[in-house]
């Protein structure tokens, strides 16, 4: 059974740059099939994905957020990073780490979520 | 950029037939996915590629998806069921689409 947690700051000041970690167990980042992946959801509005990475190197963001936004893999530690750049108030969210295979494209795997709060 | 319209939110009796709609320009000819959300909780697959069921899905849920609308119908709704419902489609690696949610209350 795939499981993906992830940890970081819960607050983080206007400007600043916001940074996740998703840790992976139960399956290999070096060897899976599934694109790791970053969705957002701001309080009381919908889901954002934000982007996603493969083992290779090949990254993809949403346009909306692609100056902003950077993601990576460690496959030492098996895990999935996250980094955007000069958040905002509109930022606050819970960031979902979340996985999903070539070809259906469906998100299989998800993560707990964790709040992130842009404040001073 | 591709919009997914959802209604805000669905009421239904206990027992009846829920329809969640998600609207877009020809999402017939795109596989679309829903998750259910609890309070609290991360979003959970329970149909994908317009009508599959993933394993440990009720039988209850059901999908298609044709000309401009995907619907996720769930039959003889129960208490559990009361959660939000959000569309999605992939049209490319970078652009991945979500519907807005739909909140379903279970009366």
């Known amino acids: 059974q795939v499981q993906l947690q992830e940890s970081g700051p819960g607050l983080v000041p206007p400007s600043e740059t916001l940074s996740l970690t998703c840790t992976v167990s139960?399956?290999?980042?070096?060897?899976?099939?599934?694109?790791w992946a970053w969705v957002r959801q701001a309080p009381g509005k919908g889901l954002e994905y934000i982007g996603s990475v493969y083992f290779g190197g090949n990254t993809y963001y949403s346009p909306a957020l692609k100056s902003r936004v950077s993601a990576s893999v460690d496959t030492s530690k098996n895990q999935v990073s996250l980094e955007l750049k000069s958040v905002t108030a509109a930022d606050t969210a819970v960031y979902y780490c979340?996985?999903?295979?070539?070809?259906?494209?469906?998100?299989?795997?998800w993560g707990q979520g964790i709040l992130v709060s842009v404040s001073s | 950029s591709y919009e997914l319209s959802q209604a805000r939110s669905v009421s239904v009796a206990l027992g009846q037939t829920a329809r969640i709609l998600c609207g877009g320009d020809n999402i017939g000819t795109k596989n679309v996915h829903w998750y259910q959300q609890k309070p609290g909780r991360a979003p959970m697959l329970v149909m994908y590629?317009?009508?599959n069921r993933p394993s440990g899905v009720p039988e209850r849920f059901s999908g298609s998806n044709s000309g401009n609308t995907a619907t996720l119908t769930i039959s003889r709704v129960q208490d559990e069921d009361e959660a939000d419902y959000s569309c999605q489609v992939w049209a490319s690696p970078t652009a991945i689409f979500f519907g807005g949610g739909t909140q379903l209350t279970v009366l």
């Open positions: 979340a996985a999903f295979l070539s070809g259906p494209y469906y998100f299989d795997y």
């Open positions: 139960g399956d290999s980042i070096r060897s899976s099939d599934h694109y």
């Open positions: 590629s317009d009508s």
